[in-house]
């Protein structure tokens, strides 16, 4: 049975609220295997149900069978916080198709009475032969205030460090605050490897970040009418600095928007960005993989 990551809040309620209903039907196979670079399984069964409606006393394996179906043969598990972390870092342990990032999500940081003690849970689980990325952190304007910010940038810095003490991915997540993304991670210096979770900037923050060799993650938000400015961003991104992810249960691809998001619906968004960026669509698949495994290692 999923041990669930730490009690809902109301905000986690009112989304798994708004996200009820079916999953959506499972889309064409891609013609190579890629992997889902950024998921929460456990948001996703606690908030939305076992994807493809898969036994219940085993979501993650019907998960990722479910996935396998369509291509998505390798998943990325992210925490938020610490009870998510090991949850992610022991599932990864379980299940040879689950790899594990851990870290505490920037709006976590603020709300902790003890940052201190928490980035030091984050940092032994980071030490774990499954866990490869430090991540979700970084910084997020949009739901944290100015009060909270300097906590905000304190556990990004952390945890920039645990990433270079473990030479693990630094997974980001970077809501409405490009500019001071960049500088924090030019100040501490990035290590080898920084994916940008769920891209959401313009053409001129992608060629910053393409030019100081960053990977792109690409979520279902690429396939939105709305979102001509992340396809223009992802049409200058060079293939072997792409990656692409879910963010389940959120940001499902058209034409499902509002359903729960899972990874077997990753097929959607890789044929969007093949449109997008003019590349053939095995081309495109075997070139994510390929950074993927560069990433993250091998599973």
Same mark, same amino acid.
């Given at each position: 049975m999923?041990?669930?990551?730490?009690e809902?809040?109301e905000?986690r309620?009112?989304?798994?609220?708004r996200?009820?209903?079916e999953?959506?039907?499972?889309?064409?196979p891609?013609p190579?295997p890629?992997?889902?670079s950024?998921?929460h399984l456990?948001i996703?069964?606690?908030?939305?149900?076992?994807?493809g409606?898969?036994p219940?006393?085993?979501?993650?394996?019907?998960?990722v069978?479910?996935?396998?179906?369509?291509?998505?043969?390798r998943?990325v598990?992210?925490g938020?916080?610490?009870?998510?972390?090991r949850?992610g870092?022991?599932?990864?342990?379980?299940?040879?198709?689950v790899?594990?990032?851990?870290a505490?999500?920037?709006?976590?940081a603020?709300?902790l009475?003890?940052?201190?003690?928490?980035?030091r849970e984050?940092?032994?689980?980071?030490a774990r032969?499954?866990? +490869? $990325?430090?991540?979700?952190?970084g910084?997020?304007f949009?739901?944290?205030?100015d009060e909270g910010?300097?906590?905000?940038?304190?556990s990004f810095?952390?945890h920039?460090a645990?990433?270079k003490?473990y030479d693990k991915?630094?997974v980001?997540?970077?809501?409405?605050?490009?500019?001071?993304?960049?500088?924090i991670l030019?100040?501490e210096g990035?290590?080898?490897?920084v994916?940008l979770?769920?891209?959401?900037g313009?053409?001129?923050?992608?060629r910053?970040?393409?030019? +100081?060799?960053?990977?792109?993650?690409?979520?279902?938000?690429? @396939?939105?009418?709305?979102a001509? $400015?992340?396809?223009?961003?992802?049409?200058?991104?060079?293939?072997?600095q792409?990656l692409?992810e @879910?963010d389940?249960?959120?940001?499902?691809?058209?034409?499902?928007?509002g +359903?729960?998001?899972?990874?077997?619906?990753?097929?959607? @968004?890789v044929r969007s960005l093949a449109?997008?960026t003019?590349?053939?669509?095995?081309?495109?698949?075997?070139a994510i993989?390929?950074?993927g495994? +560069?990433?993250? $290692?091998?599973?």
């Open positions: 999923l041990s669930l990551m730490s809902p809040t905000t309620r009112e989304r798994a609220a996200r009820a209903g999953f959506p039907p499972a889309p064409e891609l190579r890629v992997l889902d950024h998921t456990d996703t069964v606690s908030e939305a149900g076992v994807p409606g898969g219940a006393d085993d979501p993650v394996a019907a998960a069978a479910l996935a396998t179906t369509v291509g998505v043969d998943l598990q992210v938020v916080d610490v009870a998510s972390s949850w870092a022991d599932t990864a342990d379980a299940h040879p198709a790899l594990a990032t851990v505490l999500h920037p709006n976590e603020p709300r009475a003890d940052l201190d003690e928490a980035l984050i940092e032994s689980l980071a032969d499954r866990v +490869r $990325g430090i991540g979700e952190t910084m997020d949009f739901r944290t205030a910010r300097a906590a905000q940038e304190a810095r952390a920039i645990i990433a003490r991915a630094l980001i997540h970077d809501r409405d605050a490009h500019a001071d993304v960049l500088r030019d100040d990035a290590p080898d490897t994916v979770h769920c891209f959401s313009d053409a001129e923050f992608a910053e970040c393409v030019r +100081r060799g960053y990977l792109l993650s690409f979520a279902g938000t690429v @396939t939105f009418g709305s001509a $400015g992340l396809r223009e961003a992802a049409a200058l991104t060079p293939v072997d792409m692409v @879910t389940a249960p959120y940001l499902t691809p058209t034409p499902h928007r +359903r729960p998001n899972a990874s077997y619906l990753i097929p959607l @968004t449109q997008t003019g590349t053939d669509l095995d081309e495109l698949c075997a993989s390929a950074t495994d +560069r990433a993250f $290692g091998p599973w």
